[in-house]
């Protein structure tokens, strides 16, 4: 029945790719993918550092409940990132430091909540992985309705079960389960000519060049 039910994941991007792009910038992966996607500002790591790459497994629950996000951590491999699509509502949190505890203990990659988390203070001193859209000290209803494994969407970001989800101190992204091993390469090249840029101003060697070349070609009124 929509609204209630857990699906089976049909595939799921191979772990190892996946923590090839813990080493990439989320910026450097966006910018390969024309810029368009995003998984909204509000989405910010609520632990203390550390990048996040992991296949997604989703949830899509009611605001403020979390029946579904204990089930998906039953059902979730190592390597795994949670992905509970709680319509972005900061009313109730939806995880805190014993779900949290539990996933660590599980061996999971991260946890991504549209929607709120509590027991900050513990999160935020910590290396696992959470990505949230607010605090509240407010608990979870625990009742339903969910979905597991269907395809959500966060700020018009889609995420299939079994897309890649990096994240970092930039914010989230979904890489389309397809496109994973073509975008890595990609970034890593991205990757490599940002390296050249910054060392080259470092050196005084960057060339800026192009804004004058672009200006131009705008018609762009400039002194002599």
Not at 12 to 25: H, Q, Y
Not at 55 to 82: C, F, Q, S
Not at 159 to 176: Q, R, S
Request: charged share 20%.
């Amino acid at each position: 029945m929509i609204g209630l039910r857990i699906l089976n994941r049909a595939r799921a991007v191979d772990l190892a790719l996946a923590r090839s792009f813990l080493g990439i910038p989320v910026a450097n992966v966006s910018d390969c993918m024309a810029r368009m996607t995003a998984g909204g500002a509000r989405l910010r790591p609520m632990h203390g550092s550390g990048a996040m790459a992991g296949p997604a497994l989703t949830v899509k629950t009611r605001p403020g409940d979390n029946l579904m996000v204990h089930k998906a951590l039953e059902l979730a491999a190592p390597g795994d990132v949670i992905v509970v699509d709680a319509g972005g509502d900061l009313t109730n949190a939806i995880i805190g430091e014993i779900m949290v505890g539990d996933a660590i203990q599980r061996g999971l990659g991260g946890i991504v909540i549209n929607g709120a988390i509590r027991d900050a203070a513990a999160l935020r001193v910590g290396s696992f992985p959470v990505f949230a859209a607010g605090v509240t000290h407010r608990g979870p209803y625990k009742d339903g309705p969910g979905e597991i494994n269907v395809p959500i969407a966060i700020d018009g970001m889609v995420i299939e079960p079994g897309d890649l989800i990096i994240g970092d101190d930039d914010g989230l992204l979904c890489v389309p389960y397809a496109e994973a091993e073509s975008l890595l390469a990609a970034a890593q090249a991205k990757q490599e000519v940002e390296a050249r840029m910054v060392a080259g101003i470092a050196d005084g060697s960057y060339d800026r060049g192009w804004v004058d070349a672009t200006l131009r070609r705008l018609n762009c009124p400039m002194p002599e």
